[in-house]
């Protein structure tokens, strides 16, 4: 997995099975106006002048959390926090 292909949330946009079939740019790119909609999540990183959530003092916050540990986006494992404390360089 490349850390450059981290979404603001941690998704790896490199294995998203939503990507090509979407025509998806990645929140990065798209500035946090997805295919689905805004994401809000997105849009706090952008309104705080942060890369990714991972840069937050609140890391991981509740919204983010219960983000990233929704069945319905497929990662009930919490791999994007895992994600972004490895970019933060933490050890997990």
């Known amino acids: 997995m ?3 292909n981290l979404a603001k949330c941690g998704l790896d946009c490199g294995t998203c099975r939503f990507k090509e079939p979407c ?3 990645g929140c990065n790119k798209a500035e ?3 295919f689905w909609g805004e994401c809000n ?3 706090c990183c952008i309104d705080k002048g942060a890369s990714h959530c ?3 003092g609140k890391f991981p916050c ?3 959390k219960a983000f990233a540990y929704d069945k319905e986006h497929g990662d009930p494992q919490g791999s994007r926090i895992i994600n972004l404390r ?3 360089g933490e050890q997990v």
């Open 2 to 4: 490349s850390m450059d």
């Open 32 to 34: 946090g106006k997805m």
């Open 62 to 64: 509740e919204d983010l």
């Open 23 to 25: 025509n998806c740019l």
């Open 86 to 88: 490895r970019k933060m």
């Open 54 to 56: 991972g840069m937050c």
């Open 41 to 43: 999540i997105a849009k």
